[in-house]
């Protein structure tokens, strides 16, 4: 029966992304976020050129990641993910610089 209500249970759960087809834990997360925020942080950072703009860009990777609900195979698809999505955010965000600054010229 308890085997049923952890299935069950894991079915309705909702947030936090999953790995290797588990709901992924706030203390796996932040194990997550710590392995990897100096690395991401630094792509945003060449990027952009700009502190708070990589941060920003990180904040939003992370809330990305902490909604996402597919599995990851394992710690480097994982890592791959953030660092595909930390560029693609990076790019966007210099891109709408570059037009914000045209427009306001």
């Not at 920003?56 to 595909?84: A, C, E, G, M, R």
Request: net charge positive.
């Amino acid at each position: 029966s308890s085997a049923a209500s952890d299935v069950y249970k894991r079915q309705i759960v909702k947030g936090p992304f999953r790995q290797g087809g588990e709901v992924m834990t706030e203390e796996n997360f932040i194990d997550c976020v710590k392995r990897n925020n100096q690395r991401l942080f630094l792509i945003a950072l060449s990027f952009t050129q700009n502190h708070n703009d990589a941060e920003d860009i990180l904040q939003n990777v992370f809330l990305k990641l902490w909604k996402y609900d597919k599995p990851f195979h394992n710690d480097i698809h994982l890592d791959k993910w953030l660092t595909i999505i930390t560029r693609g955010r990076s790019r966007k965000s210099v891109h709408l610089t570059k037009r914000l600054k045209g427009f306001l010229r």
